[in-house]
């Protein structure tokens, strides 16, 4: 069974950073997507970013390219979210999630423009807060 934990999260004021670690156990295969969500009260979830764990061909919303950064490190099953500039409008719970079904995610991603939230396997979240 997959599972994934994430950390990082807190307040901080606009303007400020932050990185959100996720980490993984369990993969039962070395191809997978790897991306953070996040939800906002009252909102509908949305893709933020997300990495291929074999080539690392990464995508990002439109709200966040520039100031969003995906990373991974294979070796430690670990994928990270670095967040600069960050505005209050990017207040949310932040969640990472898994899914193997590469060709369908990124076939998605690149006909809409968005990042599908169907992902199989979910982390638990962690609250970013960002005041002005």
């Known amino acids: 069974q997959v599972q994934l934990g994430e950390s990082g999260g807190g307040s901080v004021q606009a303007g400020g950073s932050l990185r959100l670690s996720c980490v993984g156990s369990?993969?039962?295969?070395?191809?997978?997507?790897v991306g953070w969500f996040r939800q906002a009260p009252g909102k509908k979830r949305e893709g933020v970013a997300v990495?291929?764990?074999?080539?690392?061909?990464?995508y990002y919303a439109d709200s966040v390219k520039g100031r969003f950064t995906i990373s991974q490190d294979n070796a430690k099953n670990a994928v990270y979210l670095q967040m600069n500039s960050l505005k209050p409008e990017d207040t949310a719970m932040y969640y990472c999630?898994?899914?193997?079904?590469?060709?369908?995610?990124?076939?998605?991603?690149?006909?809409?423009?968005?990042?599908?939230?169907?992902?199989?396997?979910w982390g638990q979240g962690t609250q970013v807060i960002v005041s002005s």
């Open positions: 999630a898994t899914d193997d079904r590469i060709f369908q995610k990124t076939t998605a991603i690149q006909a809409l423009g968005v990042i599908p939230t169907d992902f199989r396997y």
């Open positions: 369990g993969f039962t295969s070395r191809h997978y997507l």
């Open positions: 990495i291929a764990s074999s080539a690392g061909n990464t």
